[in-house]
């Protein structure tokens, strides 16, 4: 007869008075963890107890059975379940339900404790953004969930948007394909398609970092902080259709518009309407772009106002607000330092007071009538309104001098922008001539580059890289009188000794302003542009134009420091070390003009000390290193960072080594050649002093990419580069 196998018997499950039921010695939680006793005594409270405690009848001293029972499982749920009670929500002797283990089973108590807590698996996060997902499916809001499952309203809102991914990734995510970080990356663009399409991209890659999965999402997309959205704002750009990414999982900076073009056009849309507003003041012209490039205002007359005097209601309040100022200062001017307050409360009356000084200027009616009006965006975003600019045709006859093509203007800032976007066309309102600007063209992308060649640097990006150092020059001439003097004698001799032609000196010493044909969209906000625009605007101020007799006058009782230095600025609007374009056909510079032009501003760089890392300039991928080979991508990480670290970087394709290559060189003084100094050079090419990649060859501990040490501690990366 065949052996039955025995049954399994489960312990039997009863109710049990709380107040027979206490916690045992035998339970192996020590430690507290997860969810608190508080937060879990609430959702007992709201859904009851899910699930019964494990018990074992306690026994006397003679091993007979109490009517009392000890928990070796399930004492967090006894504790919230004491809390209860202690509230008086629940009754003492309330049933609770229990499983009862024999007292005489062989499985010890602890034996129990230790598989409930062992036994049980966590709930995949994955598991978890569905469940929310079907709660509110099923009408449950963002606020009613997180407070039943006592989280903030923001961390549903992240599970939801997690639940959102597209199923395909969040498949790959159950299976352990990828992390949760960068599944929470995927949440920046909804579109499914295009996550698909990213994370088919990276998911071989060596590069699949979150931020790069970011990156790539979002790459087509503008920053809310861009001036262009400042300007528009994110609520009109909302309003017109346009979509905005927003990532719940970090700070994003207001997010991005994903509508670029509906961006330019609202941009453009809201620059006409400021423009057709002043066309009530009478001017000519109406300039509208959203940049303006460094020299726009070239071959222009800057119109001469006067500030509109005050109301006499802001006559009084000007007074009152410099009384109060005066007062308080009276007032504290025995201590050292003002209270808190009061120091706020001056500021305040500066700045009122200020907003009352600010007056309009008033032009001559006669003059604006033929003078006009630039309209642009500035670098914070704001509008950016600059008038009273004559151009050469619309002076009146009589006063217009011959002048060749070249001529100089008050500011000295350059002509026509060649391929720079900024072009004029022009539509009529209420007669007045209002032109639009197109947008910056940006430099077409390097194509890559597989045969790794050191190819010479694109001929335009040495036009824009030498513009930065012939702009440099011209701030370094303007403080350096002595040298910009020595420089002066130097053409004019030159001019009157030699019998050959003089061409291919970097000084025009006309002195003709030289305009940078080719030059980067941000020349004209790079600190040597501010220095010489500040300068200039001090002069200008200064001097008495307009009237020749007042301005002879006022140079002959200059003292000689002051003529200098006035000889020294004006000089320094001839400087052109410029690498232009080679005309063979004769207009234009000659090779041999060139060679002598580039030896020349070398010369003048080493006399003025000329450093162009402390001129501003840097290595950015708009700027130079996606405008070059991987090769040489590589030779400047190299350069500056040694071998090691760019061997870190030689698998990446161009657009991932170009940011990788901006990030690493920050900071380095690194310098292409064509900005290097001559002199700064030795015979076997390393270059040596400030500015001059003096730190490269092989570092003591390799700056690694921002992908290799994402997740890693200090010491694990450091470790990294040691090896």
């Given amino acids: 007869m065949a052996k039955v196998t025995q049954n399994i018997t489960l312990s039997p499950s009863r109710d049990i008075p709380f107040d027979k039921l206490v916690l045992s010695q035998s339970n192996v939680r020590r430690i507290k963890a997860g969810v608190s006793v508080e937060e879990l005594a609430e959702d007992i409270a709201r859904r009851g107890l899910l699930q019964g405690l494990n018990v074992r009848p306690m026994l006397d001293v003679d091993g007979v059975e109490t009517d009392m029972f000890e928990i070796p499982a399930g004492g967090r749920r006894f504790q919230a379940l004491s809390l209860l009670v202690k509230q008086k929500r629940l009754a003492k002797s309330a049933p609770i339900p229990c499983i009862v283990r024999d007292a005489a089973s062989e499985i010890l108590a602890e034996d129990d404790s230790l598989a409930e807590n062992m036994q049980r698996v966590a709930l995949h996060p994955l598991d978890q953004f569905r469940a929310f997902q079907a709660l509110r499916e099923k009408g449950q809001g963002e606020e009613a969930i997180a407070a039943a499952f006592f989280v903030t309203p923001q961390i549903v809102k992240q599970r939801l948007k997690l639940a959102s991914v597209a199923p395909a990734l969040l498949e790959v995510y159950a299976e352990d394909g990828m992390t949760l970080e960068q599944l929470m990356a995927f949440t920046v ?325 030289v305009y940078m044909s080719a030059q980067a969209s941000d020349l004209k906000d790079s600190v040597v542009a501010k220095l010489v625009d500040e300068r200039h605007a001090d002069w200008e101020a200064d001097l008495p134009l307009g009237d020749d007799v007042a301005l002879w006058d006022y140079l002959t009782l200059l003292d000689q420091g002051s003529r200098l230095a006035l000889l020294a600025h004006c000089l320094s609007f001839g400087i052109n070390a410029l690498h232009e374009k080679v005309n063979p056909y004769g207009a234009g510079i000659s090779a041999s003009g060139l060679t002598r032009r580039m030896a020349h501003a070398d010369l003048v760089a080493r006399a003025v000390d000329l450093d162009m890392v402390e001129a501003g300039w840097e290595p950015t991928v708009d700027g130079y290193l996606n405008r070059v080979p991987k090769a040489r991508i590589l030779e400047a990480v190299r350069e500056a960072k040694g071998e090691g670290t760019a061997q870190l970087l030689d698998h990446l394709k161009k657009g991932e080594m170009a940011i990788e290559a901006e990030r690493l060189l920050k900071g380095s003084g690194w310098l292409p050649e064509v900005l290097r100094r001559v002199d700064l050079v030795t015979f076997d090419g390393e270059a040596v002093g400030e500015g001059q990649g003096e730190d490269a060859g092989e570092p003591d501990d390799i700056d690694l990419p921002a992908f290799l040490t994402a997740d890693l501690p200090d010491g694990d990366a450091s470790m990294m580069a040691a090896e």
């Fill in 189 to 513: 663009n909804p579109d499914h398609a295009r996550q698909a399409q990213v994370w088919e991209a990276v998911k071989n890659s060596w590069n699949k970092e979150p931020y790069a999965i970011r990156r790539m999402l979002t790459e087509t997309s503008v920053r809310a902080s861009d001036r262009r959205a400042v300007f528009v704002g994110v609520d009109a750009y909302e309003a017109a259709g346009g979509i905005v990414l927003r990532d719940l999982f970090q700070g994003d900076d207001g997010g991005w518009l994903e509508d670029p073009a509906l961006l330019d056009r609202l941009v453009s849309e809201k620059l006409q309407a400021e423009a057709e507003a002043l066309v009530a003041e009478g001017w000519k012209w109406i300039e509208v772009a959203t940049d303006l490039p460094y020299g726009y205002s070239h071959d222009l007359r800057r119109l001469a106002g006067d500030p509109a005097p005050m109301t006499d209601e802001e006559t009084a309040a000007h007074a009152a607000l410099l009384a109060e100022y005066r007062a308080l200062q009276e007032e504290y001017s025995g201590q050292d330092e003002y209270p808190e307050e009061i120091d706020a409360r001056l500021g305040q009356l500066e700045m009122a007071m200020e907003a009352l000084e600010q007056r309009p200027l008033i032009y001559d009616p006669a003059e604006v009538g033929r003078a006009g009006v630039f309209v642009t965006l500035d670098r914070d975003g704001s509008l950016a309104v600059y008038r009273g600019y004559v151009r050469p045709e619309d002076e009146p006859r009589e006063e217009t001098a011959v002048q060749d093509g070249d001529g100089a203007d008050a500011m000295g800032q350059g002509g026509n922008v060649d391929g720079s976007g900024w072009q004029q066309s022009r539509t009529s309102v209420g007669g007045t001539v209002i032109t639009t600007g197109g947008q910056p063209i940006g430099a077409d992308p390097t194509e890559e580059d597989d045969d790794g060649a050191m190819k010479p640097l694109p001929e335009r990006l040495v036009m824009e890289l030498t513009a930065h150092r012939t702009l440099a020059l011209r701030e370094a001439i303007g403080r350096s009188p002595d040298v910009a003097l020595t420089l002066l004698l130097l053409k004019l001799v030159t001019d009157t000794f030699r019998t050959s032609s003089a061409s291919g000196s970097c000084l025009e010493a006309s002195v003709r302003h």
